[in-house]
Nanobody, 122 residues
């Protein structure tokens, strides 16, 4: 099993920045990629970004490209999501997820964190 713990959510004004963190523990040797998803009230859980823990390859949803940056500290199995130029529509619960392969879809991730709320105000 892999445990994921997110932190860093909060309330921020539009145009501001936040950094989310996700710390992985347990059988982390099995994890190949880690990603971030978000879910707004009444909506599906959407992909945001993913990173491979080995080579550092990344992939982003079009809606966040150029504003969000995913990074990792490999030896600590910690992944970050730096969010800049936040917009009202970025408001959601953000979830960290881990997969044993290169993944971008919800069903491809095996482990999930509890989520952290990000609220962007006008």
């Amino acid at each position: 099993q892999v445990q994921l713990v997110e932190s860093g959510g909060g309330l921020v004004q539009a145009g501001g920045s936040l950094r989310l963190s996700c710390a992985a523990s347990g059988r982390t040797f099995s994890v190949y990629s880690m990603g971030w998803f978000r879910q707004a009230p009444g909506k599906d859980r959407d992909f945001v970004a993913v990173i491979s823990l080995s080579g550092g390859s990344t992939y982003y949803a079009d809606s966040v490209k150029g504003r969000f940056t995913i990074s990792r500290v490999g030896i600590k199995n910690t992944v970050y999501l730096q969010m800049n130029s936040l917009q009202l529509e970025d408001t959601a619960v953000y979830y960290c997820a881990a997969s044993t392969k290169w993944a971008r879809r919800v069903y491809e991730f095996d482990y999930w964190g509890q989520g952290t709320q990000v609220t962007v105000s006008s």
